[in-house]
């Protein structure tokens, strides 16, 4: 996996767990929602580059 794209990954599922768990504090449920789309996209990012990874060796 790059480094740059498994930041990414990494600073996308930790921005989305934050705002997914604030907006659930505080009532947002559209806060909430996207929150958990971000951290999704950023398991998408990481399973795609571990994909890649796998079939370089």
């Known amino acids: 996996?790059?480094?740059g794209e498994k930041a990414k990954?990494?600073?996308?599922?930790a921005q989305g767990k934050?705002?997914?768990t604030?907006?659930?504090?505080?009532g947002n449920d559209r806060m909430a929602a996207e929150g958990q789309a971000k951290k999704?996209?950023?398991d998408a990012r990481e399973a795609k580059e571990k994909a890649?990874?796998?079939f370089k060796h």
Not at 9 to 13: M, S, V
Not at 22 to 26: I, P
């Open 9 to 13: 990954a990494k600073t996308e599922q």
């Open 52 to 54: 890649k990874d796998a």
């Open 40 to 42: 999704s996209k950023g």
């Open 18 to 20: 934050t705002e997914e």
């Open 22 to 26: 604030v907006g659930r504090a505080v």
């Open 1 to 3: 996996m790059s480094a």
